[in-house]
């Protein structure tokens, strides 16, 4: 099986910018741990010229996936059930004013399952190895169609039949890059 890595076409030079608030721990989130909130939705800034044109596409990628409305439907009707989502609502930064709703996603699952015969690496400026190219073994994936990638937390990772399923439909600004062309430098 062939699996992808899923995230938003980038650069995206039309996304808009996002501060994080300080609720949401970027290294807790990628490692799938529940936040925890105080208030929902979450409200997320965003710093916006007035002559700047602001495509808001079906996932932004400030650190940690959003999701429209539209791509937290389509996952869960194509069957993810790993994600627990947390409504956000982006403002203006300088008016406060409300100008999309988004779900955080938070993958619950982070699999172990690369492959160490098919992967490769190489030294990093460190002297510690460092995955350049990654294979995945099918078999400890668990069956997940989506999860994210053990050893680079970074990366959602999807099998071929979902990317398949989400490709039928209508989506903004996405991006399935199969995993044989992702390339780390060191």
């Given at each position: 099986m062939q699996y992808y890595i899923f995230d938003e076409v980038s650069p995206n030079i039309d996304a808009p910018f996002l501060d994080?608030?300080?609720?949401?721990?970027?290294?807790?989130?990628?490692?799938?741990?529940?936040?925890?909130?105080?208030?929902?939705?979450?409200?997320m800034e965003a710093d916006i010229d007035e002559d700047e044109t602001v495509v808001y596409t079906d996932i932004i990628n400030p650190g940690v996936p959003l999701f429209s409305p539209k791509m937290k439907t389509a996952l869960e009707e194509c069957g993810v059930t790993n994600i627990d989502?947390?409504?956000?609502?982006?403002?203006?930064?300088?008016?406060?004013?409300?100008?999309?709703?988004?779900y955080l996603g938070v993958v619950q699952s982070i699999v172990a399952c690369i492959d160490l015969d098919k992967s490769k690496f190489e030294e990093g400026k460190m002297g510690k190895s460092v995955i350049t190219k990654f294979a995945i073994?099918?078999?400890?994936?668990?069956?997940?169609?989506?999860?994210?990638?053990?050893?680079?937390?970074?990366?959602?990772?999807?099998?071929?039949?979902l990317k398949n399923e989400l490709s039928k439909r209508d989506f903004n600004g996405i991006s399935f890059k199969n995993i044989n062309e992702y390339s780390r430098k060191v």
């Open positions: 994080l608030p300080d609720e949401i721990d970027l290294i807790e989130s990628i490692m799938g741990k529940k936040p925890n909130f105080d208030e929902l939705p979450i409200k989502y947390y409504p956000v609502t982006i403002v203006d930064y300088n008016t406060k004013d409300a100008l999309a709703e988004y073994d099918e078999s400890r994936t668990n069956g997940l169609n989506l999860f994210r990638f053990h050893n680079i937390p970074g990366l959602i990772i999807i099998n071929e039949e």
